[in-house]
């Protein structure tokens, strides 16, 4: 599925809960008595008493709403802010429309879809296309079309093939994405599964020494450039026009609306079949097993690799065998995107922006100040995903999360401080699309 149609929306506030002018004549002003009429109403005179409880005047404005349209959850409104309630208990109160229905003892998931108004196009930012045929090779060179139609077969060297190919490929291809799809459809039929990871590191450790007309060519690898620093202007910009945590939540196409933790359900989406999984209790206590020897244990890990492990054991840059490292990392599945700086308001307005560019699968509360963006790149040429991932770093994404093997929150797990990971937003419809 083209992400383009999953784009979640900036989402405003319901009109239902914004002030009406009626609503600011009925409000006294400090120090002020109740009228005859408010103190003859009950529900009207908890709601002008109550507006002085919030110094943030959009909270004021929700607690009116709600005190208008569905009283009874006026408790539960403020257990919120006096950090009384649980996560999800805390979002429901936050969500008009529910209070309204009063919908608060259904099963766990409701399936909505997401409004389909139109977020603002950016240019430099990519829009991911599924994977392509691979490109025509009329123009080679005859004895560069030789090598393609004839690669060697499995256990005569094909690792060491491609990037042979590669470095003479690079300079009849500008583009990675086209070189990378011409060599996967050339070994398609070696006699063993050649992974994208594999395919794109040929490319990239080829283009230091790759063949040029007329030159001979011996620089060391490209190294990509810095990851942009964060703009505090444009983040301003998301956070003040953009939807808050409440907001994510109430436009997730898949909703949890109990306070259980659904790790294991949510991971065997994520992750379908019995793959290989990194997950740990913490940075030193982990282990790599397929999906099943982890069942039932998953609500308790603090840490999972958003990627499939290519194998059990790996070995560090040191040399170190160990079950957690980068070389033992298959392809990327999902790219994190993870915010440290601001308010989790602020970052899930982030997060439905960046959901315009990319498909949003999951976001996880960190248990402490940060979200973390699921956001699905199976089969994604690795420039595009970068490209994708600098422009998030504008917007203050953590770099860290670009390494494959880094390990991040486990969906609805456990914090070393006993706090839950909370799924907020869940998005299954991409990886029904692939």
């Not at 109740?34 to 005047?57: H, I, K």
């Not at 060179?141 to 005569?156: I, T, V, W």
């Not at 595009?384 to 486990?410: E, L």
């Amino acid at each position: 599925m083209h992400p383009n149609d999953m784009r979640p929306q900036a989402v405003r506030e319901p009109a239902s809960l914004e002030s009406s002018p009626d609503d600011a004549q009925q409000t006294p002003s400090p120090g002020a008595q109740p009228s005859a009429a408010t103190a003859a109403c009950p529900v009207r005179q908890a709601r002008t008493a109550s507006l002085g409880e919030f110094s943030d005047p959009r909270q004021a404005r929700r607690l009116a709403g709600v005190l208008r349209d569905a009283p009874s959850k006026a408790g539960v409104f403020r257990r919120v802010y006096a950090r009384q309630a649980s996560p999800r208990e805390a979002i429901r109160a936050q969500v008009p429309r529910l209070c309204r229905s009063g919908r608060v003892g259904d099963p766990w998931m409701h399936q909505h879809h997401l409004p389909a108004v139109l977020l603002p196009a950016l240019p430099n930012c990519p829009r991911f296309i599924p994977p392509r045929a691979p490109p025509a090779v009329t123009a080679l060179p005859q004895f560069l079309r030789d090598l393609l139609a004839s690669p060697p077969r499995s256990g005569e060297g094909v690792h060491a093939w491609l990037f042979r190919m590669a470095r003479q490929l690079h300079a009849h291809y500008q583009n990675s994405n086209e070189l990378a799809r011409l060599l996967t459809a050339a070994v398609s039929d070696c006699g063993r599964h050649v992974s994208l990871r594999e395919i794109e590191d040929a490319i990239a450790h080829s283009a230091g020494c790759a063949w040029q007309p007329g030159t001979q060519v011996n620089a060391a690898p490209v190294r990509p450039p810095a990851w942009p620093k964060p703009n505090p202007e444009q983040i301003e910009a998301i956070a003040r026009d953009g939807g808050g945590l409440a907001d994510l939540w109430e436009v997730s196409p898949t909703r949890i609306e109990d306070n259980a933790a659904h790790s294991e359900v949510v991971v065997d989406r994520l992750f379908p079949a019995n793959p290989l999984l990194c997950c740990g209790a913490s940075q030193s206590d982990f282990d790599t097993r397929p999906r099943e020897a982890w069942r039932g244990q998953l609500a308790d890990q603090q840490f999972i690799v958003p990627s499939p492990m290519s194998t059990v054991l790996g070995h560090t840059k040191d040399g170190r065998p160990s079950k957690h490292t980068l070389s033992n990392t298959g392809p990327r599945r999902f790219l994190i995107c993870e915010f440290d700086q601001g308010t989790t308001d602020t970052h899930a307005a982030i997060l439905l922006h960046l959901g315009g560019f990319a498909p949003l699968v999951c976001v996880v509360h960190s248990g402490g100040k940060s979200l973390h963006g699921w956001f699905y790149v199976a089969g994604q040429p690795e420039d595009k995903v970068a490209k994708f991932f600098r422009y998030a770093a504008i917007f203050g994404a953590d770099p860290h999360t670009w390494t494959r093997s880094q390990f991040v929150r486990m969906p609805d797990g456990t914090r070393n401080n006993g706090r839950r990971q909370t799924i907020y937003f869940l998005n299954f419809k991409p990886l029904e699309a692939t």
